[in-house]
T-cell receptor, first 111, second 112 residues
């Protein structure tokens, strides 16, 4: 599975959009981009995933660049409850099923 | 509500005293797995199960056992816990292998 790089921390004002970047320059053509978050020692929570096209669900939007070497997770209206560590994971659809959580981005939503 | 549950949520025990952490899911998922999370080491997979009666080792299986007698349950057994097994443990499940994994709330274990 490809390695990802994320900024260690970000702040976002409550009510504003939070844009969390992820670089995955070594991604291969059939690797998916997954996002999870973990709110202080709780179980990781699945947010969204995608392959090539942009994706949107009730929680967030995922924008993947055309060359697929980077992506951005967008929380459209951040709330205090969105304060968490966000993990970007790139993985193949086959092979081992481990989820490799790196250090992630600690997002702090500020009132 | 679709969920993965774990019990207990917190446990303090002593070296060598056998313990079991239960995991149950109500989503009819075939795949289940156990992870441990330690500071600076991220999540590491302990064991996983592709289906009933099918289990296999993950990255850090030493000192742990699992069983999968029913589809919904996947207990983690520490036959003789040691202090280096002090950690935060997560159970996860997914519809099938390589599908999106959903995590339980975690079990914080302290072995004295």
């Amino acid at each position: 599975d490809a390695k990802t790089t994320q900024p260690p921390s970000m702040d976002c004002a409550e009510g504003r959009a939070a844009n969390l970047p992820c670089n995955h320059s070594t991604i291969s053509g059939n690797e998916y981009v997954y996002w999870y978050r973990q709110i202080h020692s709780q179980g990781p929570q699945y947010i969204i995933h995608g392959l090539k096209n942009n994706e949107t669900n009730e929680m967030a939007s995922l924008i993947i660049t055309e060359d697929r070497k980077s992506s951005t997770l967008i929380l459209p209206h951040a709330t205090l409850r969105d304060t968490a560590v966000y993990y970007c994971i790139v993985r193949l659809p086959t092979g081992a099923n481990n989820l490799f959580f790196g250090t992630g981005t600690r997002l702090t939503v500020i009132p | 509500e679709a969920q993965v549950t774990q019990n207990p949520r917190y446990l303090i025990t002593v070296t060598g005293k056998k313990l079991t952490v239960t995991c149950s899911q109500n989503m009819n998922h075939e795949y289940m797995s156990w992870y441990r999370q330690d500071p600076g080491l991220g999540l590491r997979q302990i064991y996983y199960s592709m289906n009933v009666e099918v289990t296999d080792k993950g990255d850090v299986p030493e000192g742990y056992k699992v069983s999968r007698k029913e589809k919904r349950n996947f207990p983690l057994i520490l036959e003789s816990p040691s202090p280096n097994q002090t950690s935060l443990y997560f159970c996860a499940s997914s519809l099938a292998f390589r599908e999106t994994q959903y995590f339980g709330p975690g079990t914080r274990l302290l072995v004295l």
